[in-house]
């Protein structure tokens, strides 16, 4: 959550203060973004049972498209989201 304040408080105080120092502080922004993003993932590979499930993930079951059962639940997740949005 710190991380999170941090990035928007460089990026707010970049854009009050002008485009020179708008471009400066997008390098910070953005490299703090990727190091904190390589830190979550390096962090959640060796939680648990990550493992299995990204490799669940990268290595889906085709088989799975021809299922009526998980497109309505698909059309579900996906109406639910646009509720939520237009709400």
Request: overall charge positive.
């Amino acid at each position: 959550m710190v991380s999170l304040f941090v990035v928007w408080f460089l990026a707010c105080g970049g854009a009050s203060a002008g485009i020179r120092v708008l471009s400066k502080s997008a390098y910070i922004v953005i490299v703090l973004a990727v190091l904190y993003t390589a830190i979550l993932f390096t962090l959640a590979c060796f939680i648990g049972n990550v493992r299995d499930s990204m490799g669940l993930f990268f290595s889906p079951r085709y088989k799975l498209l021809l299922s009526v059962e998980s497109w309505i639940v698909a059309a579900g997740h996906a109406l639910s989201a646009l509720n939520s949005f237009f709400n």
